[in-house]
Nanobody
Framework: QVQLVESGGGLVQAGGSLRLSCAAS????????MGWFRQAPGKEREFVSA????????YYADSVKGRFTISRDNAKNTVYLQMNSLKPEDTAVYYC???????????????????WGQGTQVTVSS
């Protein structure tokens, strides 16, 4: 069992930047693949970005590629999402998620992540 807590959300104008943080409990953080997902009102939860346990591999949704950057600091048990050039369509609740590496799982699918944070609201005004 792992506990995740997101922070860093807020209100920002289009074109602005925001940095989200996700703090995980326990020393086992370094064993997990980490992901960021978001959910806008009336829409399904969608994949945003993911990073492997050692930070060697990163993945991005097409909608955020080139604007968002995922990173992790295993010494601090924290994963980050740097969001630049924000657009109104980025408005959503952003969730941090964790899963152990598995060949049967898919890093883009929310059901394959057993551990989730409570979410942090990101609002981008036009």
């Amino acid at each position: 069992q792992v506990q995740l807590v997101e922070s860093g959300g807020g209100l920002v104008q289009a074109g602005g930047s925001l940095r989200l943080s996700c703090a995980a409990s326990g020393r086992t953080f370094s064993s997990y693949n980490m992901g960021w997902f978001r959910q806008a009102p009336g829409k399904e939860r969608e994949f945003v970005s993911a990073i492997s346990w050692n930070g060697r591999y990163t993945y991005y949704a097409d909608s955020v590629k080139g604007r968002f950057t995922i990173s992790r600091d295993n010494a601090k048990n924290t994963v980050y999402l740097q969001m630049n050039s924000l657009k109104p369509e980025d408005t959503a609740v952003y969730y941090c998620a964790a899963r152990l590496p598995s060949s049967s799982g898919n890093y883009r699918y929310p059901p394959d992540y057993p551990y989730w944070g409570q979410g942090t609201q990101v609002t981008v005004s036009s």
